[in-house]
């Protein structure tokens, strides 16, 4: 199966708007010059491509590789790895941010015993939540709920697949989809007493999407080569400002409640995957796409950082340095570049410690991520 570089390229940009969206770019800065909430609002809407992107790639290559394989028990070995392996990194992350909470919590309690347990009782009831395990808040790893969505969405994904059903799989995502922007930003319509940011309302459609689009890749990529390459760069930047005029008047105008997807995001994603589909080697051999390659890195571990280097700033006393220009302009990127690092040398940890673990036995061979 030929690679698609430029998936990894793309992904370098939807990983960094996902930074973007969580670190709140300028989001604290005020003055007369520089509005910091409105740029703020501008940026988080305009990078709201960026899960759904996630999810349509992932539904892409998973799709692919099972058009690649023959025979049922080839296939639903493959499924089943591909979903364990999931499990495995969001269960993982999952126990590394509970134990973050714990030791924040416990610098910022008072070292008494009585004081210690009240506080361990409440922090381990706080997590025994749908809310924790499945739409992800209330903690540091509300950002993993992505994981888990996609757990669900793959599977879903696959059952369909081997049913035949996978247009089905979309129409009906597609319904769950509109119907879900009621929980989202069109909350002034119909306000759902329930978060719609999940697998059935969410990734569920983007991840059949990206199945739909590699089941029928060839005949995608034939008809995307009919369309020239400026009209991709003009959809694309039409389709973006209407993503923000969909986000100011549903959220600024009539008060919706948030903007994780919106209805202009179906085509938009489509388009930028049409693109994919007809250059599939653009950014091979850059740095972006090396860095958009461990995107998922990047994306477990940047809630991490981000908080870290909160946590600190709040210890030394610097906390008014938040509402300056220059630390709102080098927060996100700081973040970003730490990111990657940080996940660098912990999967460089991780693979000569476990070569030095198997070390007296059979030769230990690190496995490729995949994701």
């Not at 639903?76 to 126990?95: P, Q, T």
């Not at 903007?259 to 995001?265: F, K, S, V, W």
Request: proline letters at 2%; charged letters at 15%.
């Amino acid at each position: 199966m030929e690679r698609n570089y430029s998936i990894d390229f793309v992904k370098f940009f939807a990983i960094f708007a996902v930074v973007c969206i969580h670190t709140g770019t300028l989001k604290d800065v005020q003055g007369t010059v520089v509005d910091g909430a409105t740029i703020d609002f501008i940026i988080d809407t305009a990078a709201r491509f960026a899960v759904p992107f996630f999810f349509a790639a992932s539904g892409f290559l998973f799709y692919q590789k099972l058009l690649t394989l023959h025979g049922v028990k080839a296939q639903w070995r493959y499924a089943n790895k591909y979903i364990i392996k999931l499990i495995k990194l969001w269960a993982a992350w999952f126990a590394f941010y509970f134990c973050f909470d714990l030791v924040i919590n416990f610098i910022e309690t008072e070292k008494s015993r009585t004081a210690l347990l009240a506080m361990y009782h409440d922090y381990i009831e706080s997590f025994l939540s749908l809310e924790t395990f499945y739409y992800g808040a209330g903690h540091s790893q509300y950002h993993l709920w992505f994981l888990l969505a996609l757990i669900w969405s793959v599977i879903a994904l696959f059952i369909f697949s081997k049913a035949r059903l996978v247009r089905v799989l979309v129409v009906i995502g597609l319904g769950l989809n509109i119907y879900g922007l009621t929980g989202q930003s069109y909350s002034f319509v119909l306000d759902l007493p329930f978060s719609t940011r999940d697998a059935l309302f969410f990734g569920g459609f983007y991840t059949g999407l990206g199945g739909l689009f590699a089941r029928y890749s060839d005949r995608l990529k034939h008809a995307a080569n009919d369309i020239p390459d400026l009209h991709y760069v003009v959809l694309f930047v039409m389709l973006t400002l209407m993503q923000l005029l969909e986000g100011y008047v549903t959220i600024k105008l009539f008060g919706g409640n948030t903007g994780e997807y919106y209805l202009t995001t179906i085509p938009l994603i489509s388009i930028l995957f049409m693109f994919i589909m007809k250059h599939n080697s653009i950014g091979k051999g850059t740095r972006l796409s090396q860095i958009g390659s461990r995107a998922v890195g990047i994306y477990v571990s940047h809630v991490f950082i981000m908080e870290t280097i909160e946590v600190v700033i709040t210890r030394i006393d610097i906390v008014s340095v938040q509402d300056t220009l220059i630390w709102n302009i080098m927060f996100t990127p700081l973040v970003f570049v730490a990111s990657y690092l940080f996940y660098g040398r912990l999967q460089h940890i991780k693979k000569y410690g476990a070569a030095a673990i198997q070390s007296r036995g059979a030769p230990f061979v690190y496995p490729k991520n995949n994701f």
